[in-house]
Each structure stands twice: as C-alpha cells, then as structure tokens.
C-alpha cells in the first residue's frame, strides 16, 4: 500500500490558493488515474480516496485539520495502516521555490511551513515530499507571507498547473 498526502486548507476560501497546491495536486491525480470521489474519514482526520495504480491499493489523503496540524491526521493514518515512511509521500506548497519549479527530498527542515512542522513533529525530518514552488513578482508586494500563500492562484498559474502536476507524478511513480 502506498499513501500520497497532499497538505492545504479545506473550504472554498482557500480552494485554489497557493497554500492548497497539496489539495489541487490530489484533485488532479485522481481525476487522470479515475480515483473515486474522497470521503470524509472523521477518525483520520481527513479526506480519503482509494484506488488502485500498477496493480498497488494507493490512498490520495487531504487531511482536514488545516495546514498547520496536518500531522494529527498523518500520525492516525500512519498508525491505523501501519505503513512504513518509505510507503508515503508529501506534496504540498513551497513559497521560496519559483512557481512551477519541483523538488522532491527524502529529509530536510520545515523551512519555516508550519504544515512541514507539523509532520516532522510526528515523523522526524526523514520522510518523501514533493515541494511545488509558488512564488511569482508578487511575492515582495505582501508584508506577510501568510496572505502571499493564501492568495488565488493567477490564471495563468491554473492553466500551467497541469504541467507541474505531470511532472510530480513522474516523481511518484520514480521514487514511490
């Protein structure tokens, strides 16, 4: 079994922002692989849908305590499935990273992202994560980073999301 956490904020305020790249990615996965609609697993915390990949059981999960707590839903999941680290992937919002650029890590810090922390407080500084950039010429323009990631993504930036999610799952099918 393979996990693939896709972090953000669930509600319609923040539902195409930058902050929920984790969520978008996870709505695009499993609309190209015909995934079922994600349903609300209140012990866990979070939204879930299961399918299967290269004949693989595959969980997309958003969890739905905010960014900021996303690993509470990550400890319950990991715990009720017992599945290893290396079966689990994070994707989620990079604000120091140009927009559309990727990188994927097996250990790092948080670099100041509160939902990172989060994990770390659960799994150590040892997990898979995919960081998608967001930033743009914009970014000077905000005096506080918050409302810079939970600004809407531009148009443009939602017509070139496509792309950037094609090139994170090569990275899931390479590394997962």
């Known amino acids: 079994m393979k996990l693939i956490f896709g972090l953000g ?26 995934f079922p609609t994600s349903k609300t697993e209140s012990k866990f915390k979070a939204e ?3 399918g299967n990949l290269n004949g693989e059981k595959v ?31 994070f994707v989620y919002d990079d604000k120091d990273m140009e927009f ?3 990188r994927f890590r097996e250990e790092g810090s948080s670099g100041g992202h509160n939902g990172v922390k989060s994990l770390i407080s659960v ?14 010429d914009d970014l ?18 939602l017509d070139e999301l496509p792309f950037v999610f094609e090139d994170a799952l090569e990275i899931i099918n390479e590394k997962l």
């Open 59 to 89: 969980l997309l999960i958003k969890p739905l305590t905010y960014m900021n707590l996303s690993g509470e839903s990550v400890q319950k999941i990991q715990s009720f499935y017992k599945v290893a680290k290396e079966d689990m992937i």
């Open 48 to 50: 879930i849908s299961e």
């Open 100 to 102: 559309g650029k990727i």
């Open 140 to 157: 000077p323009k905000y005096r506080d980073t918050a409302d810079f990631v939970l600004a809407k993504f531009k148009k443009e930036e």
């Open 9 to 34: 904020n669930l509600g319609t305020k923040y539902e195409i922002t930058r902050h929920n790249v984790g969520f978008l990615f996870l709505n695009y996965f499993a609309q190209k692989f015909d």
């Open 123 to 136: 799994l150590g500084k040892e997990f898979k994560r995919i960081k998608i950039g967001v930033a743009n």
